[in-house]
């Protein structure tokens, strides 16, 4: 079910080329204001193309993209300033400890030196890192990785992020914890955008959009595609749809 009506990414025919190779090919979608959004594809599919657009870092070839109100090409900055954004390329520094990153980040966005301080102290409390707040982020398993890089990407309390494949390569038990803290951004009015080749993940998200080769071809919540494409789960659907 939808928490919100309200839309905050509205998406009218982009496309995006690199030369002759058509990496988004006419895509149309909204994303409503608090829903996390599942945006799924094998790779290679167009997925991270497309958030580096809708994230201000890529301009499109062609179409209409708005994002928390502001327009793509000529608002880039505002966009930017709206938005959390975590890569699927770790990115923390490695040479900073834990806390040092969270100051660091809070820095860049500008946010006052109290709030900073106070902010991180209840981040600190609530990740339970008291004991690793004085590492180096290096030193860290993958998984309290992610979880920082998360809480870091949504320390300023942006209108959206986005998450491209935030969850490759940790345990099972980590994706869960993960999962829980996308609910708890999602619960407090935060637009979470995520891209995954988890199948299983689609199942957690209030409406998934499934790309192949540049374009969607399934968009509804999964209940409703697992019905449309008569499949047991979302592995099945994806299989229908990018076979």
């Known amino acids: 079910m939808l928490k919100h009506t309200e839309n905050i990414i ?3 025919n982009l496309v995006k080329k690199f030369g ?10 909204e994303v409503k204001k608090g829903e996390i959004f599942g945006f799924l594809g094998a790779n290679g599919a ?3 193309t497309s958030i580096k657009i809708l994230s201000g870092l890529s301009f499109p070839t062609s179409g209409d ?7 793509v090409y000529k608002e880039r900055e505002k966009v930017k300033k709206n938005i959390g954004y975590m890569s699927q390329k ?5 040479d900073l400890t834990v806390r040092e990153n969270i100051r660091f980040y809070g820095g860049i966005y500008g946010l006052s030196g109290k709030y900073i301080k106070e902010k991180t102290e209840s981040l600190i409390e609530r990740l339970k890192m008291k004991d690793i707040q004085d590492s180096l982020i290096k030193s860290l398993p993958l998984g309290w990785k992610q979880k920082i890089a998360f809480s870091v990407a949504i320390f300023h309390n942006p209108k959206i992020v986005f998450l491209d494949e935030p969850t490759g390569g940790v345990d099972p038990i980590t994706r869960r914890d ?3 803290m996308i609910y708890e951004a999602s619960d407090s009015g935060i637009t979470v955008f995520v891209t995954t080749h ?10 998934v959009s499934i ?15 697992k019905k449309q494409f008569h499949a047991k789960n979302m592995d099945e659907v994806f299989l229908k749809i990018a076979r």
């Open 178 to 180: 993960f999962w829980e």
């Open 90 to 94: 770790f990115s923390l520094y490695e």
């Open 211 to 225: 790309m192949d080769q540049g374009r969607i071809e399934g968009l509804d919540t999964p209940a409703e595609l």
């Open 65 to 71: 993209v708005m994002v928390a109100g502001f327009d």
């Open 20 to 29: 002759n190779f058509v990496a988004n090919d006419n895509l149309s979608f």
């Open 198 to 207: 988890y199948m299983d993940e689609a199942e957690y998200c209030d409406r």
């Open 10 to 12: 509205e998406v009218k």
């Open 46 to 48: 167009g997925k991270t």
